[in-house]
């Protein structure tokens, strides 16, 4: 079967939630890469300037106890004492003693206050210091792969100026942990991202699979809409669960009024079917010879009447039932005053019904009782019951309804002295187009289809209504409802 084109995807629900979610975690891990390697640069650089500053003021410090400018000679004197005097007292000694004192990629330089070197540890420094240093201000600057920093020392004793240092400080070391923590960060967020791809997919299947399954049986019964049975049945404790118990108890509904549906179609067209071949077979009478015998043109026309009064009889009760239906949801909030209704109804049918005794026993002192039930409902429903006992009453035509009074609930029984009913019927009045008296509901048009009774359950399922009935055969039946009251106020 070829899908339709809202059914034919680019790319599927796992792919797009498995993509987006990497792209999201892959755009902030790279960010925190960068933040990390960003703020692990500033503070290695900031380690290695601190750590020149450092050296340079333990230089200066040193030098500056001078009252003269620096030599050589004095020079040497002056940091004899870090020196081990077990050397060698040479030149090349002292450098290395110096250059031990110093950090790591640390050179210094030594100069007279003319500028001129007269003592460094690295062989590679020009005899003149740099022009850009004054007598009063210190120059620094990154120089390649080298911190460079030059200050001019004054005497603590005279304040003259005795002489320059200048520290090179080499970034070999900086560079080469900066380039290893970009590698280490690299590899982590590769890794991460290898890792990460695979757990979200992993999860992200795992957490689509009730959807899949869900997708599945929707597949299926658009396949084949008559197969309602199947069910989702998804146990994932979350909102799909829901969502599946949802669609399942959906599928019930429409299976179930797939099943009504068709009884329906099968009971009307059965019920329908033997007034229209009365119809039919008077007419055909008539047409072939029956319009010239009067006693049976006569006949003819009232049987036609009474099939055609039944048919009409059957399609009111048609459209109650389909009137009723979908009603609900709009008035699940209303309230109505049962002793007004009840009086409104009463009335009514003593007008059509003027041959029957309509009795209301309020055994309630309140003028008005208040309920949870809209009260067009209530109507019909107590029109239902009221209707169903004259219809069941051919002899004593007495309809009773009484009101009362049961622990904050008000009980109405609707109570007649008809045929009554067996303990078979009163198991199947409720369902639809059943009827107690088939062969009576053959001949009179009082009956209908039996939807009455249905229509009836309808409301009191809907409502929550407490609804019980008795009856004996021959000596009447009595329905009973009883409703919560409410506060009309409160309400």
Request: with cysteine; hydrophobic share 40%; net charge negative.
């Amino acid at each position: 079967m070829k899908k339709p084109s809202f059914l034919v995807y680019k790319s599927s629900l796992t792919k797009k939630i498995t993509i987006r979610s990497f792209l999201l975690f892959f755009s902030m891990f790279t960010a925190f890469t960068v933040i990390a390697y960003m703020t692990t640069n500033y503070l290695l650089l900031e380690r290695e300037k601190a750590n020149i500053e450092h050296t340079m003021s333990i230089f200066s410090d040193r030098l500056s106890v001078m009252d003269e400018e620096v030599s050589t000679e004095n020079f040497i004197n002056i940091f004899k004492s870090n020196f081990d005097e077990t050397k060698d007292d040479s030149w090349t000694s002292h450098k290395e003693e110096m250059a031990n004192v110093l950090y790591l990629n640390l050179d210094v330089s030594v100069y007279d206050d003319h500028k001129k070197l007269i003592f460094t540890t690295n062989e590679n420094v020009k005899n003149v210091i740099t022009e850009k240093l004054t007598e009063v201000t210190n120059y620094f600057v990154k120089k390649e792969d080298t911190f460079i920093l030059a200050k001019p020392v004054y005497s603590q004793k005279n304040d003259i100026l005795i002489g320059y240092i200048e520290l090179s400080h080499s970034l070999d070391f900086y560079k080469n942990v900066r380039n290893n923590t970009l590698l280490l960060l690299l590899v982590i967020e590769v890794v991460g991202m290898t890792l990460a791809l695979a757990i979200i997919s992993s999860s992200t299947k795992s957490f689509l699979k009730p959807i899949d399954n869900l997708h599945a049986i929707m597949t299926k019964i658009a396949d084949n809409p008559s197969d309602l049975h199947l069910r989702s049945q998804i146990k994932s404790g979350d909102e799909i669960e829901e969502l599946s118990v949802i669609f399942d108890n959906m599928l019930d509904r429409v299976e179930n009024y797939t099943q009504l549906q068709a009884n329906f179609i099968s009971d009307v067209s059965h019920e329908l079917r033997t007034p229209v071949a009365v119809i039919q077979g008077h007419v055909g009478m008539l047409q072939r010879w029956g319009k010239d015998d009067p006693k049976i043109l006569d006949e003819s026309l009232a049987a036609t009447y009474n099939e055609a009064e039944k048919m009409s009889v059957m399609i009111n009760d048609m459209l109650d039932m389909i009137r009723v239906q979908g009603s609900f949801d709009l008035h699940r909030n209303a309230i109505c005053d049962l002793v007004g209704s009840i009086n409104l109804v009463l009335s009514n049918f003593k007008v059509l019904k003027n041959d029957f005794t309509f009795i209301f026993d309020n055994q309630v002192s309140a003028n008005e009782i208040w309920v949870n039930i809209y009260q067009n409902h209530f109507e019909q429903a107590l029109t239902i019951l009221i209707d169903n006992a004259v219809k069941y009453s051919p002899n004593i035509k007495e309809v009773t309804v009484k009101l009362e009074l049961e622990d904050l609930q008000v009980k109405i029984s609707i109570t007649d002295k008809g045929e009554g009913m067996s303990q078979e019927d009163l198991k199947n009045i409720f369902n639809r187009f059943y009827r107690t008296d088939k062969s009576r509901n053959r001949t009179s048009t009082q009956s209908g289809l039996g939807i009455g009774l249905s229509i009836l359950k309808q409301i009191v399922e809907a409502y929550r209504i407490d609804m019980s009935v008795t009856s004996e055969l021959g000596k009447g039946t009595t329905f009973i409802l009883k409703m919560p009251l409410v506060d009309k106020d409160n309400f």
